[in-house]
């Protein structure tokens, strides 16, 4: 046989096998593996947070403002060594009218200024790097969904191999946490998706009040396909949980049969038997 064949069979097969074994549930990680895979988890949660959370901001303080809100026309947050930048655009043109830099803490700038300035050589390749992948993700072919009543926030975050951009579900709804319908597209250095997932099979909204009386604890369930809690899980959480002042929430994974209880306080992942 064919030793390119034997292989491409050997391919396929391990696919099969691990398909199959993640829809009947029968996956099994050492606990070394499930903290590694929860580390990386909570950073990247931290980090899809700290971008959409510079976003609220950057666009409330811009638009209280009013010879920055009459001349808004969106905005591109991105990570700057040890800082996360916002600028504000001119409606209509390429170029920057305020800018802001956030450090350890985003719900405040560290520094801001109003500007009349072009945009940067990597402001520019962010930029065009996002209305690319957007032009190409909201087609037929993916069916990114909105729900009435809410709207998707859409964060680009570069990395060593090209782009991630994630796709997560906001709401002005009061008592509301809009888990779910929440995505990941990985694309690469020239702007070519290479893969994506849905994280959720639907949007899941958490109710936080039910008559008058307040929700202390929130939970869903994952589908055997993501078994382990979601970057994007954390960043929602991260943003509404302490609206309704709730400290944690908890994720359950039919494939692990295992929770995984996310403590916004200490930010950590702490990982429980069925």
Same mark, same amino acid.
């Given at each position: ?65 009013k010879d920055v809100k009459k001349k808004f026309g ?58 690319? /992948? ?68 639907? /949007? ?71």
């Open positions: 046989m064919n030793l390119n064949l034997r292989v491409m069979k050997k391919i396929v097969l391990f696919s099969f096998v691990f398909i199959t074994c993640m829809l009947q549930g029968q996956i099994n990680f050492s606990k070394e593996e499930i903290r590694q895979k929860t580390d990386s988890i909570l950073a990247e949660g931290n980090l899809l947070y700290q971008y959409e959370r510079v976003a609220w901001v950057s666009t409330d303080h811009a638009k209280e403002r969106g905005y591109l947050i991105y990570q700057s060594g040890d800082s996360i930048k916002s600028i504000i655009l001119e409606k209509g043109k390429s170029n920057c009218i305020y800018e802001m830099t956030y450090v350890n803490d985003f719900t405040t700038p560290f520094k801001e200024k109003s500007v009349n300035r072009e945009l940067s050589t990597l402001e520019i390749k962010l930029m065009n790097m996002r209305t690319t /992948l957007l032009k190409e993700i909201f087609t037929p072919a993916y069916n990114v969904t909105i729900n009435g009543g809410y709207n998707l926030n859409v964060e680009l975050i570069p990395f060593e191999k090209g782009y991630k951009l994630y796709i997560i579900t906001g709401t002005s709804k009061s008592d509301i946490i809009p888990m779910g319908n929440d995505y990941i597209f990985i694309a690469d250095i020239n702007g070519k998706i290479t893969s994506w997932r849905k994280f959720h099979s639907r /949007l899941v909204p958490a109710i936080t009040k039910i008559n008058g009386a307040k929700v202390r604890e929130i939970t869903h369930s994952h589908l055997r396909i993501e078994p382990f809690i979601s970057a994007t899980d954390i960043c929602t959480f991260k943003l509404y949980g302490g609206i309704y002042g709730l400290d944690e929430f908890k994720v359950y994974s039919p494939a692990l049969s295992k929770y995984f209880t996310y403590n916004a306080v200490k930010n950590t992942i702490v990982t429980d038997d069925k």
